[in-house]
């Protein structure tokens, strides 16, 4: 096992990466920017570094400083949290190279899935369902048209280094796709330095599911069930849950053991996340792997008892699963709300500033995972997540109420959260009854 692991992040990720390692007995190196000088959970770390100025750019993304920071701290470990550097192939390279383990896949499986369309390919080969459409890159407006007329209107032209919803695009019509195809590959050789696009089906009314998986170094694959994140805005989730809601037996069966075989191909080891979109007839595609542990993980570690980080700390480190799939069951209802540091009534226009006055909400089922405190002051150069709550329950409807009593305890002054919209989506007969897609908090609360 390691003896010291540097958390290359910030904030809640950051906390919750130190607990993780204190209760595995691995001491921590923080890294921290100008902007979060101070912040109170470094004193949490065994030693924190500064690593630059604020803007992330010049701090949580420089990566010689950060081997500097490991290098110097004593570190044998790098855990890269979510965001940032965390699926940097090139990052997770340095750190091989510098005798450090990357807490996290290698960076031949990072960069084969980080590739939409090789994800694809590899889905395909793994009789993974995908959504119809091209075989592989398009080349030619030609093709485009070609393919597009055989799958039917309307289509998705997707960048194959995009994902998380960058560089997509929709054609509607064929008079369309030509212009599409040029403006998607011109956005994406600006945006990611590669043009590359694929073709798919533009599935509509979506929901968003996601497997979690964990893998070992010994070609051990499990799935820890599935989640349902069909609660977002403009591509930010808002509320993820497990299970999900509106799958039938047999097809949460078959998405999660999808998930599996994707994973099995890849030779992927670590924590990682298969994303899937739903139809409204439960049909399942593959969308894309996101190879780092991700904000929603608590609600997986809800229903099934399992500490995600540390497992995924003690795969890196080369341990074998402890458990096998039949060992792993989803017990009762999780769900998350993200708190955010946003307003809700102003198009979700970021609030950074000091929190005058902050109570924590608890109790029977709750959990509060946040680096915030009263006297603590947003930073603005980040993210603006503050925290994530989260209720485990026996049913859903239970975990719907102990949300909303959750949310009604959490007080926090002096900056707006998304804890006040939380309660306008939990108590929609849409959401509670399950009629949303991932179009649906934009089309009806906005
Ligand atoms: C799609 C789709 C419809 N059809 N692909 C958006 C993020 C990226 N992971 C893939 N995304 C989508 N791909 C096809 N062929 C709709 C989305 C999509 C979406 C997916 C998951 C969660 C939220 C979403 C919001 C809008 C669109």
Redesign the pocket.
């Known amino acids: 096992m390691f003896n010291r692991v540097l958390i290359a992040n910030r904030g809640e990720i950051a906390l919750r990466v130190i607990r993780a390692c204190k209760e595995l007995g691995i001491e921590t190196v923080a890294i921290f920017s100008e902007a979060d000088r101070g912040s109170r959970y470094l004193d949490l770390a065994d030693e924190a570094f500064c690593v630059g100025n604020p803007r992330s750019v010049d701090s949580y993304l420089r990566i010689r400083e950060i081997i500097a920071a490991a290098e110097v701290g004593g570190a044998d470990a790098i855990h890269p949290g979510f965001g940032f550097l965390s699926e940097n192939a090139h990052f997770n390279e340095v750190v091989r190279d510098s005798n450090i383990t990357f807490i996290g896949p290698s960076p031949e499986a990072m960069q084969m899935l980080g590739d939409k369309n090789s994800a694809r390919e590899i889905a395909k080969q793994a009789n993974v369902p995908v959504?119809p459409?091209s075989d592989g890159l398009i080349e030619s407006p030609q093709e485009a048209i070609a393919t597009a007329r055989q799958i039917g209107f309307p289509?998705?032209i997707?960048a194959t280094a995009?994902?998380?919803?960058?560089g997509?695009r929709v054609a509607t019509e064929e008079s369309m796709l030509e212009n599409a195809l040029e403006q998607a590959m011109n956005e994406a050789k600006a945006a990611f330095g590669n043009p590359g696009v694929y073709l798919?089906?533009?599935?509509?009314q979506?929901r968003?599911v996601e497997v979690q998986i964990i893998a070992d170094k010994h070609g051990n694959v499990v799935h820890l069930w599935e989640r349902d994140?069909?609660t977002?805005r403009?591509?930010q989730?808002l509320i993820e849950e497990s299970p999900a809601p509106t799958l039938p037996e047999e097809v949460r069966k078959a998405i999660c053991e999808s998930a599996v075989r994707l994973v099995k191909a890849a030779k992927y080891y670590n924590a990682g996340t298969v994303?899937f979109?739903v139809d409204k007839h439960h049909n399942f595609?593959f969308?894309?792997v996101n190879a780092r542990i991700q904000v929603e993980h608590p609600v997986t570690e809800m229903v099934t008892g399992i500490d995600l980080i540390k497992q995924q700390i003690r795969v890196a480190a080369g341990e074998k699963l402890p458990f096998k799939q039949k060992d792993i069951a989803c017990r009762g209802v999780a769900i998350e709300c993200r708190i955010n540091a946003e307003d809700g009534d102003k198009n979700f226009q970021p609030c950074p500033g000091k929190i005058e006055e902050m109570f924590a909400p608890g109790g029977f089922g709750v959990r509060f995972d946040s680096h915030a405190h009263p006297g603590y002051s947003v930073p603005p150069y980040y993210d603006s997540m503050i925290g994530k709550l989260i209720v485990h329950q026996p049913t859903r409807a239970e975990a719907i109420a102990c949300m909303l009593r959750a949310l009604a305890e959490l007080r926090i002054k002096g900056i707006k959260t998304t804890a006040e919209f939380h309660k306008k989506i939990l108590t929609h007969p849409d959401w509670i009854e399950n009629r949303i897609d991932?179009?649906w908090v934009e089309r009806t609360l906005l």
């Open positions: 959504v459409g289509v998705l997707k995009g994902g998380g919803g960058k997509m798919e089906k533009y599935v509509e979506p968003h994140c069909s977002q403009r591509h989730k994303e979109i595609y969308i894309e991932t179009k």
